[in-house]
């Protein structure tokens, strides 16, 4: 993932409204979302490559997602996937702020990450870019490739935009959640954060939506969890040329 938006406690009928964006090279072999052949609990995406997968949720409402940590170096070799944080999270029955504390423990090993969950209990990030992992009390957050909030154009944009959308009728914030997604729009170099990329990249990677015909958004996510506990996952997936070119639609309940 490289653009998470998260409204935690914020929605008077979905405690939970999650947004994320998924940026990848087209060239990396990947499944788009579905419950997992050997782990029936999980419904998620899965990168072919490693394993792994950038954001999920289980059928008893344990959920996380992560993104990258920009600073344009380079993965060091034999660091394990960022993507087996979201994994191993879903694939065991350990509450959110028991895997984050385990997760702060290894984090030296893996490349940069940041790394949401959540079950019943709360809503967990850490990341081994930041000083310590938090607890995140209700709000609105948003993520990016820097740290939690950092004020990025796209998660400011994002976060307005998804404070907007809450004041949808319930039918309505999914669409109006991916309206958000699909932005497109490009930050002014003024604006743009330093991560050690050129400035040419800098400017691609500031959109909400990235297209290009190697790199960009393969996926856009909207994940609402009702008070009922129902749970409604959207995933549309995404051409190298920025049309989307499927959707996946889940719903079930919490513990069914």
Same mark, same amino acid.
């Not at 702060?104 to 790394?115: I, Q, V």
């Not at 297209?211 to 995933?235: C, M, N, P, Q």
């Given at each position: 993932m490289c653009l998470i938006l998260l409204a935690h406690g914020m929605h008077p009928r979905f405690p939970l409204v999650m947004a994320a964006n998924?940026?990848?090279?087209?060239?990396?072999?990947?499944?788009? /979302?579905?419950?997992?052949?050997?782990?029936?609990?999980?419904?998620?995406?899965?990168?072919?490559?490693?394993?792994?997968? *950038?954001?999920g949720i289980t059928r008893d409402g344990r959920w996380a997602a992560v993104?990258?940590?920009?600073?344009?170096?380079?993965?060091?070799?034999?660091s394990p996937s960022r993507g087996e944080l979201v994994a191993g999270y879903l694939r065991n029955n350990t509450s959110g702020i028991d895997y984050v504390a385990t997760v702060?423990?290894?984090?030296?090993?893996?490349?940069?990450?940041?790394?949401l969950v959540g079950d019943g209990d709360g809503v967990h990030y850490v990341?081994?870019?930041?000083?310590?992992?938090?607890?995140l009390a209700p709000g609105l957050y948003g993520l990016s490739n820097g740290l939690l909030d950092?004020? *990025?154009?796209?998660?400011?944009?994002?976060?307005?935009?998804?404070?907007?959308?809450?004041?949808?009728?319930?039918?309505?914030v999914a669409e109006a959640v991916f309206a958000m997604l699909a932005d497109r729009r490009i930050a002014a170099d003024s604006a743009l954060p330093r991560t050690g990329v050129s400035l040419e990249w800098e400017r691609t990677l500031s959109a909400a939506f990235i297209?290009?015909?190697?790199?960009?958004?393969? /996926?856009?996510?909207?994940?609402?969890?009702?008070?009922?506990?129902?749970?409604?996952?959207?995933?549309r997936s995404f051409s190298p040329a920025g049309v989307q070119t499927g959707e996946r639609r889940f719903d079930f309940r919490v513990g069914a």
């Open positions: 998924r940026d990848e090279f087209f060239s990396r072999s990947t499944v788009g /979302a579905q419950f997992w052949p050997g782990h029936p609990q999980v419904l998620a995406g899965r990168d072919l490559e490693k394993g792994g997968t *950038w954001m993104t990258n940590f920009r600073d344009g170096s380079r993965p060091q070799s034999g702060t423990s290894e984090a030296p090993r893996y490349h940069g990450f940041n790394l990341s081994n870019r930041a000083g310590r992992s938090r607890d950092e004020p *990025w154009p796209k998660v400011e944009q994002g976060k307005r935009a998804l404070r907007a959308a809450l004041d949808n009728e319930a039918a309505g297209s290009t015909l190697e790199y960009g958004t393969r /996926a856009s996510t909207v994940l609402l969890i009702a008070d009922d506990g129902s749970v409604h996952f959207r995933e």
